[in-house]
């Protein structure tokens, strides 16, 4: 049976070194996106650091992806725009996950970490009147 999340929850991406993320449930995108305040792309790795203002729970440290793509990604104002993107893991209800998440700049941003359709489907069911359902669970 699917996990019903709420439209927003914290989550821990343990490879990137970050907890109690809030992440915004969006049935809207497609892909996952992730804030990533400084990227450099140099000897074929990606170096990435989890910087925000808003956001204490984004730490500063670098992380250093050895693969990533690219992929063109349409906003919801139907800009098209070719992103970075990571494999790494979510933690959902105690259990550890494989997500893809598109490095962007979301600094201006309520919710540092956008959760999409491709990550959701065949997992886990939305209900909009409920909030923080992993973490209420697994805290």
């Known amino acids: 049976m699917k ?4 439209r927003v929850d914290k ?7 970050l907890n109690e993320i ?3 449930i969006d049935t809207g995108a497609y892909t996952s996106a992730i804030h990533c305040s400084k990227i450099r792309e140099e000897d074929g790795k990606l170096y990435c650091t989890f910087k925000s203002k808003g956001h ?11 693969e990533f793509t690219f992929t063109d990604v349409k906003s919801s104002n139907g800009h098209k725009e070719n992103r970075y993107k990571i494999k790494t893991t979510a933690i ?6 494989k997500i893809n998440l598109t ?5 201006d941003m309520k919710f540092p970490v ?10 886990f069911l939305v209900d909009v009147d409920l909030e923080n359902q992993s973490f209420k669970k697994h805290n």
Do not use: A, C, M, W
């Not at 204490?56 to 050895?66: A, C, L, Q, R, S």
């Not at 956008?114 to 997992?123: A, E, V, Y």
């Open 103 to 107: 490095l962007s700049t979301r600094d």
């Open 22 to 24: 809030d992440v915004k």
């Open 11 to 17: 989550i821990d991406f343990p490879q990137l070194h």
């Open 114 to 123: 956008l959760i999409g359709r491709q990550f959701l489907k065949q997992k």
């Open 56 to 66: 204490p729970n984004f730490n500063g440290k670098e992380v250093t992806f050895n």
């Open 92 to 97: 959902f209800f105690g259990k550890t996950y």
């Open 3 to 6: 996990k019903v999340l709420g």
